[in-house]
Structures are given as C-alpha cells and as structure tokens.
C-alpha cells in the first residue's frame, strides 16, 4: 500500500505564494509518475502539473509560468511552488503517484487533498 500526504495549502491573498508537499510511502520499487491535480469548487478535477521521474514536466496552461513543480526521488517526494496566485486558483489541491510497489505490482495513489483560498 502507497500512501500520499499532502501538506502546504492555506489562505493567501491575490498575487501571493504557497509551496505544496507531498510525501509518498509504503512499499514502493519506484514511482513513475508524479502530479497534482486541483477540483474547484463544482467543477471537474482538473491536471494542474506533473512530473516523471527523470525531471520532465508538463503543465496545464493556466499555470504556465506561475506554478513550479519537482520532486526528490531519493525522498519520495514532490512540491509545487505557486506564484502570482489567482482566485481561480482556489481548489482542492491533491497528489498523484503511480509506480510498482512489492513485486513490482503496479500501483495508483491518491492523496486526500489539501485546500488552496485565494482571496480577491
């Protein structure tokens, strides 16, 4: 079993910062993929970055330029440092992992969430 915590989110004003974290654990091979992903309130889960385990990064384009994503393999972990927020920003914000756990057996993770307020 892999779990994912994230930790970082909070209530800022427009045009500030955050740094989102999250720690993956378990009995893990590797992780392959890494991400985050955001639900605003009433609408769709929504890809925010991701990035593999060679540093390759993709970025939806409401965030090019703004957000930042990378990780630490030997850490198992991955953050995102958010600038320049805006209201839309505001969402649940949630870790993503896949990779092989024991015996290589594939595995998906998802964390609980963490909540990003930007206040106009």
């Known amino acids: 079993q892999v779990q994912l915590v994230e930790s970082g989110g909070g209530l800022v004003q427009v045009g500030g910062s955050l740094r989102l974290s999250c720690a993956a654990s378990?009995?893990?091979?590797?992780?392959?993929?890494m991400g985050w992903y955001r639900q605003p309130p009433g609408k769709q889960r929504e890809l925010v970055a991701s990035?593999?385990?060679?540093?390759?990064?993709n970025y939806a384009d409401s965030v090019k330029g703004r957000f930042a994503v990378s990780r630490n393999n030997a850490k198992n972990t991955m953050d995102l440092e958010m600038n320049s927020l805006k209201p839309e920003d505001t969402a649940v914000y949630y870790c993503?992992?896949?990779?092989?756990?024991?015996?290589?057996?594939?595995?998906?993770?998802w964390g609980q969430g963490t909540q990003v307020t930007v206040s106009a």
């Open positions: 378990g009995n893990m091979t590797s992780i392959n993929i």
């Open positions: 993503y992992a896949d990779g092989r756990a024991a015996w290589y057996r594939v595995f998906v993770s």
């Open positions: 990035i593999t385990s060679d540093g390759n990064t």
